[in-house]
């Protein structure tokens, strides 16, 4: 579950990672190492998910088996998170952070894939899904019990933050229908379509961009 330790109050903003910070979706990128057949079976599987059509759970643990990733294929991808950084999220970060914001990520994704970018925005609180190796890199499972591999998962986490920094403010922003969830839990949830615009998120989102620049003049 979401760590709860004791902190100053702030004002938090929540980034999903995959298709906002980012331009790519991690999971189909490890699905991609295997070939054209397995992407395309995983990257289906991914947009059913975040647009709602099934459960997160239901796909989760079945795109990893089906994938089986590496401790280097994971390696490999956030790097690539990095190459494929969304223009703005760098100007962004700082930004906000210069104007008494706490950004922390929160994905469905995977934390060691996500950390560089993380390291790479100087955002340091991750709150993602671990994966498991054995001694030869070789894929062991995951977290399983992680709240962000669940449907509800995310505004879950949020509580939980929020019981962590009693914020004066927060904000969530994100593409999918798993961010939507968060709308409820937050003073503001920001639907992002720069990459995929989803139609059951921009309707439902209090405010909608498709960069995330366009944060600033929000929350500033």
């Known amino acids: 579950m979401c760590s709860l330790l004791a902190v100053a ?10 298709s906002t910070l980012s ?6 990128e490890l699905g991609r190492v295997r070939g054209p057949a397995t992407y ?3 990257e289906a599987m991914t947009r059913d998910a975040m647009e709602g059509k099934i459960k997160i759970e239901d796909a989760f643990g079945r795109r990893l088996e089906i994938i089986r990733p590496r401790r280097a294929d994971v390696t490999a991808v956030g790097r690539l998170y990095i190459e494929q950084i ?28 996500i ?18 190796f054995d001694a030869n890199g070789d894929y062991a499972g995951y977290d399983d019990k992680f709240p ?16 962590e920094y009693s914020p004066s403010r927060t904000v969530m922003i994100g ?29 439902g989102a209090g405010s909608f961009v498709h960069s995330l620049s366009e944060l600033i003049p929000l929350l500033t």
Do not use: M
């Not at 109050?9 to 995959?18: E, P, Q």
């Not at 955002?123 to 498991?132: G, K, P, T």
């Open 115 to 132: 950390r560089p970018l993380a390291e790479f925005l100087g955002i340091n609180r991750i709150e993602a899904v671990d994966l498991f």
């Open 23 to 28: 331009a790519i979706e991690g999971i189909d």
């Open 148 to 163: 962000t591999a669940f449907s509800g998962g995310k505004p879950v986490c949020v509580a939980g933050l929020k019981r």
């Open 86 to 113: 969304e223009p703005t999220a760098v100007a962004t970060v700082h930004d906000l952070r210069s104007a008494g914001w706490t950004p922390i990520i929160l994905s469905g994704g995977f934390r060691q894939a």
């Open 175 to 203: 593409d999918g229908v798993s961010d939507l969830e968060t709308a409820g839990v937050v003073d503001l949830f920001v639907g992002f379509g720069r990459y995929t615009e989803r139609a059951k998120v921009k309707e």
């Open 9 to 18: 109050s702030t004002k938090l903003v929540i980034f999903d990672c995959d």
């Open 40 to 42: 395309s079976q995983v």
